[in-house]
């Protein structure tokens, strides 16, 4: 059963089912032409541009740009002209590449200098190049900041591109036979069919005469294709983020953690690209990354490498792994493992870090378009691999890791034309996929059977559908949003339905979004909702089931400190059925506290719900509570301002008793998760700064954390010491006695306006005013200083700011500890590199961006 069964239900499906979509100026043409990064950031490839989203400020928010400019091939030997028509130089001849991307591809959260994510972009030439945002340049295109193709040209020069010394190559002088040639080749492009061959040097300026005193080496036909073939990439891939031991935060800690990229060429190696996180995060100045460093070149197929997935395998245990991926235009797949040990210390290029595991398809000259692969966390030693081909066929392999047992269900003929795109969602149970004969379709794992189902068209909506056209003619790419509730895929529309005076012009391809949250997941799904369904129009009961148990499970995931805390389908699909019917999303989060927070599978009152979570706050682990509190925020308080509930002015004029009620309940909530957080933050920076050395506050590098605040600390604490525990007026008590033998500036209790050098008193961890003109400070919110004038890291929740980071132990916090002490007696809190994370909300804190320039929101 296709979910686009004719071109007619095309039209009529998506009008009904998309909630909101974006417009691109140019088409793509390569699968996989949609990304979604781990801080909610959408690329798309499209022609020579690649477009950067943020889903949540479209159709008309800002957007960022990469734009692909032609570029001079690399130098790689000059050729005898009677060489250019033998078959190993035809697709070189017969080229004609206009600047196009390839493939794309997200690092993990932690690798940009603002701790977001780069992106690697492989052109149709072959060259990879890697970007970062703009955050601190004030403007929309983004910053090149390694040339990787430049990176591994050298290194082949340095090895003579791994020929045999025996076949030294020649200098040569004068010869006029000889002629250099480009090596920005894709022989599989269709529209290069029936342009002319490009042998005649009066018309190819790049076909040059070998110049007198050349030092460019003259080299075989065969020399110059193998070459060609070693520095044209086709497909790019970031691996997840990798640590010799477990990791404890969403972003990672300096020097202990990497992430490699993968890329694969027409020479079927595949070279692996080490990048350290930064040793340092900032948002006043554009630091420069921790350079990129080629660990190891490996030959993976015999054809060209047309597609590479990666997997992080039982992360958990005290030696990780990491399986890749990797198929060929020849129809091969392997799956490759490493020791992130391994890849953490691998210094030597030649060195191989990856093993083969298992070959799970042979050669059958059908070649891979896409490959997408997931390790559910639940069978942590069991992988899922997807694999489309050009057939227009996928097949799905089930391998038991431990046991190299590989099961193979499929092939399904789910599409005519090839597969353009394969992706995951609720953890390895549903499996999308799309082609270009604009088919999407969705199935469900159930044991070793596939089954489709589809896609919901009962979608709760935010906002009115845009006037975007309906018809199109070939999807190429899709990806999931990192809580698997939205879908979006990026189509060409049907030339002939648009005004070829505009939009034609103007709306090559279009991102479409789709709610995925009514997706059923489990094949014998029967259960009752515990609400009535009947409230909601236009929702089948099912559904209801359906939204109500991705909600939960989605929810579920994010408790983990592993994952970066972005929420913002969460939240925006909760807020559209806000707008239906406010009670069931209560009901559907009362149902979540209980299960999570109290224990209870039974259904309880709200108001009993709400009053056992905040009596048992203690228990709860640092990251539950910022789940907490964004719920609260944007979805129960989304109405209040953020700055009205920070400063407890909150105005609930104009709603009704009842309403106010259950409002003030969430408020309280809030509040008290907010307190309890705050009294941890207080409480580790006591004990840390008692645990260390004072005298090493001078000498620590920079970079690594040393306690700053501690008078304002004090003070907070005595204006609320009717409601302090005992542990926290001690150590108050402890750090006030030490800090008097201190003389440095940072540990006194006065401070001065940034205005007008007035003194300014410590009334509140939130806010300042100085004595003098009363100009209103902000405080930051991890050291409750005054923050300076000079860019500052802004939480988009709680809209709270900070110029003082905290290391990633705050935020791994199990509990409220019975003793501060057993977190910072280890010298790592000392070394541990500084992580922009709001100590209240837990997201990736950012610079504060003008609306006219593109930033991320997670929540």
Known sequence: MSYFPSNSQIETQN??????AAVLVDSPSFPNAIAWSDENLIAVASGHLVTILNPAKLPFGPRGLITIQKRQPFSIGFIDRQDLLSGCMLPT??????????????SPVGLAPNAGCLLAVCTRQGFVKLYRPPFCDFCAEWIEVEDISTKLYDYLVSINFGEVPAFSLKRCYGNEHEIELEIDSDPLKEK???????????KVKSFRKMPENCTVPSITADQYASR????????VSWSPMLQSVPKI????QDGAAISVLAVGGKSGKVSLWRMPVPECYSVDQSRVPASVVLIGIFQAHDSWITAISWALLDSDSSSPQVLLATASSDGSVRIWLAYNEILLKSSEPTHTSFSLLKEVATVDFVPVSVLSVIVPAKSLHKMHLAVGKGSGSFELWICDISSKKIDKIGPYDAHNQTVTGLAWAFDGKSLHSCSQDNVVRCWILSG??????????????LRSSTDFPDGFVSCFGLAVSPGNLVIAWVRNPDVDKLNPMYEGRTQKAIVEFFWIGGQQV???SNNSPDFDTEAIRGFPEKELVYWESNFLWSLKQYETQEKPLVVWDIVTAFLAFNHSKSDYVEQVLIKWLSISYVGSHVGLPAEEALLCVSRSFSKFTSRQLHLLNIICRRIMLSEIKADEINSKLLNLEGVHCAEEEQRSLWINLLLASERELRERLVGFTFSAFISLMPASAANSPSGNWFPVGLAQMEQWVELNRDHMQDQLKVLASKVGKQEGRLQSSKYLAAEKCSYCSASVPFESPEVAFCQGKGHKLVRCAISMVVCPTTPTWFCICCHRRAFKLAPETLFAIPGYPFNFKSLTTSPSVLEASLKPLCPFCGILLQRLQPDFLLSASPT
């Open 15 to 20: 009008a009904a089912s998309r909630f909101q």
């Open 192 to 202: 290069n069919s029936n342009q002319n061959v490009r042998a005649s040097k009066s």
């Open 93 to 106: 001849v017969l080229s004609r590449d206009e600047p196009c991307v390839r493939s794309i591809s997200w």
């Open 522 to 524: 489990n094949v014998l």
């Open 249 to 252: 935060s969403s972003v990672p």
């Open 448 to 461: 070793s059977s596939l089954r489709e189902v589809s896609v919901p068209s009962n979608t709760p909506r």
């Open 228 to 235: 060609s073939a070693m520095l044209s990439s086709l497909v």
